[in-house]
């Protein structure tokens, strides 16, 4: 189920990325509403890891660490979904073009979660988990580049003062994004370290 979960992050990523990659309309409506149907699936699968975790005795690595690795995973979707809501609600006329950059940024994020989650099975290959977790880590502060810079173009650019509201807000949620992948590798360190 973590590995639904890690999958589920990087279809709604690929789906991100798309729909900052095109402006039609009709597409951008479509792929908006797949992210929506990956967010509710998601939503069930971390449902179902925390009832499973209630119910059993004997757990793979600690309890508290598996509900915090289910509620982060399950945030990336939850933000994913909210910068997609705010295209269609906000409808802004442009968006800055490191968007585009934040979105791949965030899909290669969601890369290394796959891959570092793909090992929690068998724990045996902490190494590579390692290697994720640093590249996540990496990748966050990358993001936070690309925001500091994005806020400034917005700021610089932008003349009307709505349109700038709408694009901070939306960037600014990419960022959470990023940051919550970071989070991610923080959990997975913690369970590695506590396992070996």
Do not use: W
Not at 113 to 130: G, H, R
Not at 166 to 171: G, L
């Amino acid at each position: 189920m973590f590995e639904q979960m890690a999958e589920y992050i990087l279809a709604a990523s690929t789906i991100q990325l798309e729909i900052f990659e095109h402006e039609d309309p009709v597409k951008e409506k479509d792929l908006i509403k797949k992210i929506r149907e990956i967010e509710s699936a998601a939503d069930d699968t971390a449902q179902k890891l925390f009832d499973d975790l209630d119910k059993t005795f004997v757990t793979p690595f600690d309890r508290e660490d598996m509900h915090q690795l289910i509620a982060t995973l399950d945030t990336i979707i939850d933000l994913i979904k909210s910068v997609s809501q705010r295209l269609r609600m906000y409808r802004p006329k442009n968006m800055p073009a490191e968007c585009k950059d934040l979105a791949k940024v965030i899909l290669r994020g969601a890369e290394q979660i796959q891959s570092a989650v793909s090992e929690l099975k068998t724990m045996k290959k902490t190494t590579k988990i390692f290697k994720a977790v640093r590249k996540m880590t990496d990748i966050e502060s990358e993001a936070d580049e690309l925001y500091h810079n994005t806020i400034s173009n917005i700021f610089k650019n932008e003349k009307d003062a709505i349109e700038l509201i709408k694009q901070k807000e939306i960037v600014e949620n990419m960022e959470r994004t990023a940051d919550r992948i970071e989070d991610v590798s923080d959990v997975l360190k913690t369970i590695i370290l506590k396992t070996a």
